[in-house]
């Protein structure tokens, strides 16, 4: 993976919420490191994923949605999407074409303020129009793809759909060109820098996401208390805690009879046994903790989570 023809750099995914780039960032590996829901500001963290092949390696960084909601929590992630920004060789920001070709007046709002900072910046940037398997008609997204253009002039785009990979192997080769000639970074059989208990209790604040209602899964964190692997029976024990701001949260997630809890806990198994390839015994508890988005010890805990080991 050292001969001179050989390309590897960091690709940081970036957009507004609900763009489709955590899918996108999932299609693009060919398997599922980062979670995703129909719910906007689902990604709270830089995920990266490593795509290796014989010719290069890919490093993308999924990031938060960038959003102009305040607070510490949002704060925090919009501090990760830049960040992200600042170490890529390639920026590809991802919009959802379907969105702006019905609401052409959001486009400005969204990307404007992204092309002015990044302006006179001169590394490759990748524009990715998503969610093109929406409509069949492809050229009512010429006025989208010129007002893009007028708007950031610098930016190379991309039709694709990550939801029916269509365009994403063109858009592989399109990325490693515009990569430096460098070696590997990571092993090739590496798929990403995230420890496994940060997966884990992102595939449990997703099940949170895609069960429940209202403002609950936004005002939910997850931590993993405690971690017990036993080779010689192959299983692994998981004791999670699930943080939420409001007494009636609590009540709202572990539901009556406590079926809420159990359901999040049973599909949120199924997942993390894919993860550790083994046996699992999922323990989850809801405690109560008031103004945590604002509380910067524990989201800089939260943050500590992701941090590659």
């Avoid at 489709?20 to 995920?47: D, E």
């Avoid at 607070?71 to 830049?82: E, F, H, P, S």
């Avoid at 701001?245 to 599909?267: D, W, Y």
């Avoid at 993860?275 to 943050?303: I, M, P, S, Y």
């Amino acid at each position: 993976m050292t001969d001179i023809g050989y390309r590897c750099g960091w690709v940081a995914i970036m957009g507004p919420p609900n763009a489709g780039k955590s899918t996108l960032m999932n299609a693009l590996l060919g398997q599922k490191i980062t979670i995703v829901t129909p719910r906007p500001q689902t990604t709270r963290n830089q995920i990266t994923g490593i795509l290796t092949a014989f010719d290069s390696q890919i490093i993308f960084m999924d990031t938060p949605g960038l959003t102009q909601m305040r607070g510490r929590l949002n704060k925090t992630m919009i501090q990760a999407v830049w960040q992200s920004i600042g170490q890529a060789n390639v920026i590809m920001p991802v919009l959802d074409a379907y969105l702006y070709i019905r609401h052409p007046e959001f486009l400005e709002r969204d990307f404007a303020p992204v092309a002015e900072a990044l302006a006179s910046d001169d590394r490759p940037m990748i524009a990715v129009a998503n969610k093109i398997d929406l409509f069949g008609n492809k050229t009512r997204m010429l006025p989208l793809l010129s007002g893009l253009q007028e708007l950031w002039p610098k930016v190379e785009i991309f039709p694709a759909s990550a939801l029916t990979r269509e365009g994403l192997s063109d858009l592989v080769a399109l990325v490693r060109s515009r990569l430096p000639q460098s070696p590997a970074i990571f092993p090739e059989d590496q798929i990403s820098t995230a420890p496994l208990r940060f997966m884990v209790s992102e595939i449990i604040r997703e099940k949170i996401f895609l069960y429940m209602r209202q403002e609950v899964p936004y005002g939910a964190a997850v931590e993993i208390e405690q971690w017990e692997e036993y080779p010689e029976s192959e299983q692994t024990i998981v004791h999670a805690v699930i943080y939420v701001a409001r007494p009636m949260h609590k009540i709202m997630l572990i539901g009556r009879g406590g079926s809420g809890i159990k359901q999040i806990g049973s599909e949120a198994r199924r997942d993390i046994l894919e993860l550790v390839e083994g046996k699992v015994h999922l323990e989850l508890w809801v405690k109560v903790r008031e103004r945590w988005t604002e509380d910067q010890t524990f989201l800089r805990e939260l943050a500590r989570q992701a941090e590659p080991v």
